[in-house]
């Protein structure tokens, strides 16, 4: 790289700020100097914001164990509390740097039969930086339950309580929010961007990529689902 390369490329902050005030522009930096340390780092406080949110489902599954269950688990304390926040956050990690390289994988495929010529370290870094919307929306969830002490999804199913959103429609409907509409948003423009194709074919290209997620996401909960009897 050089040095007037280095002097015109944007911090990590700046960016994640020019993704909220100039998206456009923002997308622009990203494609022409294309980073993977910062989509990483936005992953790794994704992951630390969905831990509170986390540990209140897992204590509530718990919960609904049978009472000798729940004593025998009772005898570890701590230790149990520790396991439960590590294998949480790690699990949690795993899937969102997963779906990291499978989602670009899938805008790169797409990206070349539009006729686009990015590179796939390019599609990567433009698929880390829209899991800004995913950050703020977990970091909402997580203030809101240490303010209220109760679980608050954005989604549609707000006034839901907890084991209605743990049944697939619940699921389902936790992922439709105001901040999956800003994703929808800045995937138009950032995979318009790195398409070099208009914000309309870029937006019902990642539209209907949202909603093939949402199916597969709600196929398997229905298949893992169990409802009590």
Same mark, same amino acid.
């Given at each position: 790289?050089?040095?007037?390369? +280095? =002097? ?5 902050? #700046? ?19 294309p ?10 406080v ?6 509170p949110?986390?540990?209140?489902v /897992? ?5 609904q164990?049978? #009472? ?9 304390? +701590? ?11 790690? /699990? ?15 805008? /790169? ?7 686009g010529?990015a590179?796939y370290?390019?599609?990567?870094? =433009?698929t ?9 929306s977990?970091?909402f ?8 002490? +109760? ?11 907890? #084991?209605k ?6 699921g389902?409907?936790?992922q ?34 949202? @909603? ?5 996401q709600?196929? @398997? ?7 009590? =009897?």
């Amino acid at each position: 790289m050089t040095p007037a390369e +280095q =002097v015109g490329r944007r911090s990590f902050l #700046e960016r994640i700020l020019s993704l909220v005030v100039e998206p456009a522009a923002a997308f622009r930096d990203i494609v022409s100097r294309p980073d993977l340390w910062g989509p990483a780092f936005l992953i790794l406080v994704t992951a630390l914001a969905a831990l509170p949110a986390g540990l209140y489902v /897992s204590q509530y599954v718990l919960q609904q164990l049978p #009472e000798e269950a729940r004593q025998q688990l009772a005898l570890a304390g +701590q230790n149990l509390v520790f396991l439960q926040a590590a294998g949480i956050f790690f /699990s949690t990690l795993l899937s969102l740097f997963l779906w990291w390289f499978l989602q670009a994988l899938v805008f /790169s495929g797409v990206g070349a039969l539009l006729g686009g010529a990015a590179s796939y370290r390019q599609t990567l870094s =433009v698929t880390g930086y829209l899991y800004l919307p995913t950050f703020l929306s977990h970091l909402f969830t997580a203030l809101a339950l240490w303010t209220t002490g +109760q679980y608050v999804s954005p989604g549609l199913a707000l006034t839901w309580p907890l #084991e209605k959103l743990l049944t697939p429609l619940g699921g389902l409907l936790q992922q439709i929010t105001v901040f999956s509409v800003w994703w929808l948003f800045l995937a138009a423009l950032g995979l318009s961007v790195l398409w070099q194709t208009s914000r309309l074919t870029a937006g019902v290209a990642a539209a209907l990529l949202w @909603l093939a997620g949402l199916g597969i996401q709600y196929w @398997l909960s229905s298949l893992t689902h169990f409802s009590a =009897v």
